[in-house]
């Protein structure tokens, strides 16, 4: 019976983990939450660790605003935070897939990010990210994997569906930017994914490095509200595009997230579905009530 370790396991995604491997009979699984476990002790991260096969890190400082004015505190979190686990998984030969973000990358781009693209955040969330993959990086150089994600929402936590669907009880319009493109990623479809690579990799069949876990296809904040809205009952005419300089922020959002994902095929795993595919599940799901059930 393998033994799993999810870090941040009261966050959005990490809920999600945690209820797709209750699901393994064959798995021992230890759900640590922020309460439980601050990986930026380094003596609580090694003992957490310790007596486990794959460790999952889904605990991260996420409010990317904020990292702009304590860019310090945000590092502890994503990047000194992420070392003190990758050295205690180093430690035990102990497996570790670390979560990572899009922001890591400049976002200029025109085509899909390959896995190996140059890395060049344009924000403080981006850059004390950097610092954690680079940990997993030179600490476990053959048994650290370090997935990129973009656009996450699901039903355990603040996000940008659940806003829409929330403000359209406020207005009758709404605008949202049509200048970032991206791919909006379900959290749940993620967490079945990261529990995949971790069994490819216990197994031996996963190469261990940089996997990008978004959803396929690519779409912009505008038509992900509109798709929203529509599955939702409401009119998605109720959405107007706008542009990003409508509504400055105080950390710079890439103009182009989109990220190719060529590398889950060698690791004998499919990429994750489609974007809208993957939203249609998401509200249909009958898992806990999501705060997109409006309709």
């Known amino acids: ?63 990317v605003d904020g990292a702009e004015t304590d860019e310090a505190a945000a590092t502890a979190v994503n990047g000194e935070g992420v070392a003190n686990l990758a050295a205690a998984c180093a430690a035990d030969g102990i ?11 400049p976002g200029n781009a025109h085509t899909p990010y390959p896995e190996d693209a140059p890395t060049a955040p344009v924000n ?43 403000l359209a009880t406020q207005h009758e319009h709404l605008d949202v930017v049509d200048d970032q493109h991206g791919q909006p990623t379900w959290s749940y479809a993620l967490a079945e994914r990261l529990v995949a690579l971790a ?6 069949h996963a190469a261990p490095g940089v996997y990008h876990g978004t959803c396929a296809g690519q779409t912009t904040w505008y038509g992900l ?12 005419d109720r959405i107007r595009p706008t542009t990003s300089d409508r509504y400055p922020r105080p950390a710079t959002r890439p103009a182009y997230s989109v990220l190719g994902h060529s590398r889950w095929a060698a690791a004998g795993l499919p990429p994750l579905p489609d974007w809208h595919s993957a939203l249609v599940d998401a ?11 409006v309709a």
């Open 225 to 236: 509200a509109r798709a929203a809205f529509a599955l939702a009952g409401l009119d998605p």
């Open 95 to 105: 497996r570790l897939i670390q979560v990572s973000t899009d922001y890591v990358l």
């Open 124 to 166: 403080a969330y981006g850059r004390g990210k950097l610092v954690g993959e680079e940990a997993v990086a030179r600490l476990l150089p053959d048994t650290g994997y370090v997935v990129r994600t973009a656009w996450l929402y699901g039903a355990h936590g603040p996000n940008f569906v659940a806003t829409m669907l929330r």
């Open 1 to 63: 019976m393998s033994r799993v370790l999810v870090t941040g396991a009261g966050g959005m995604l990490g809920q999600d983990l945690v209820a797709v491997l209750a699901a393994r009979p064959d798995l021992k699984v230890t759900a640590a939450t922020r309460a439980d476990l601050d990986i930026t002790d380094p003596a609580a991260a090694r003992n957490a660790v310790t007596g486990h096969d794959v460790v999952i890190n889904a605990a991260a400082w996420t409010n």
């Open 199 to 204: 069994d490819a990799a216990l197994a031996g």
């Open 283 to 293: 509200f249909h799901s009958p898992a806990p009530p999501a705060p997109w059930k």
